[in-house]
């Protein structure tokens, strides 16, 4: 079946690290989206790419890193920047980055700051 | 500076009723309106895309109405039952770019045996 996979669903970091959080589709979608969802509010927008090693900042980009070295793949780095970091993460992904498609997103991670 | 809101928060209705949940946006200047299913811990599913030049999608026992000039959307939900419980949530875009996506906070809809 086609989808989108996010691993780990849950992650525990400590201040002071970086945690990378998966995520791949077999979609064959050209554009992938990142997004950060906190209890009682709409997502929002951290990083969006459109093709293959180009990506873009989307609302709240600080203390976040991405790569998009492969199509089906879109990995997020949170850093030791990110200074409210605990949050439930989804990562999106659409046929292309025109707007006249579904987005389909994958089951989330959720990330807590001990 | 687009803003989607999503009234009330939560919602809870017996088993069987027709519902209607609604989404505001505060510019009519859009591309497209999509509606999204979120159960409790888990992302977010499609339900229905409706383009701007459209009035309405139907799937099933879901129908979303687009009204532009008012900066409305609803989403009915024909004779409801407990598996329609979860969270829905309206998302607005701007224009064809990637980045103008608006999420509305969501419903929390609760369907009572």
């Known amino acids: 079946d086609g989808g989108i996979t996010q691993s780990p669903k849950y992650l525990f970091r400590k201040e002071g690290q970086n945690v990378t959080l998966s995520c791949e589709q077999n979609?064959?979608?050209?554009?992938m989206y990142w997004y950060r969802q906190d209890p009682g509010q709409g997502l929002r927008l951290i990083y969006y790419?459109?093709?293959?090693?180009?990506?873009q900042k989307g609302d709240i980009a600080e203390g976040y890193s991405v790569s998009r070295e492969k199509k089906e793949s879109f990995p997020l780095t949170v850093t030791s920047a990110q200074k409210n970091p605990t949050a439930f993460y989804l990562c999106?992904?659409?046929?292309?980055?025109?707007?006249?498609?579904?987005?389909?997103f994958g089951a989330g991670s959720r990330l807590t700051v001990l | 500076k687009q803003e989607v809101t999503q009234i009330p928060a939560a919602l809870s209705v017996p088993e069987g009723e027709n519902l209607v949940l609604n989404c505001s946006f505060t510019?009519?200047?859009?591309?497209?309106l999509q509606w999204f299913r979120q159960d409790p811990g888990k992302g977010l599913t499609s339900l229905l895309l409706?383009?701007?030049?459209?009035r309405e999608q139907t799937s099933g026992r879901l129908n979303a109405s687009l009204d532009k000039s008012s900066g409305r959307s609803t989403l009915y939900i024909a004779a409801s039952q407990p598996g329609d419980s979860a969270t829905y949530l309206c998302?607005?875009?701007?224009?064809?770019?990637?980045?103008?996506?608006?999420f509305g906070s969501g419903t929390r809809l609760s369907i009572r045996p």
């Open positions: 510019d009519s200047a859009i591309y497209n």
């Open positions: 999106a992904s659409s046929m292309d980055a025109s707007g006249a498609n579904v987005l389909t």
């Open positions: 790419s459109q093709i293959v090693n180009d990506f």
């Open positions: 998302a607005v875009r701007r224009d064809s770019s990637a980045s103008k996506i608006i």
């Open positions: 409706i383009q701007s030049s459209q």
């Open positions: 979609l064959n979608h050209d554009a």
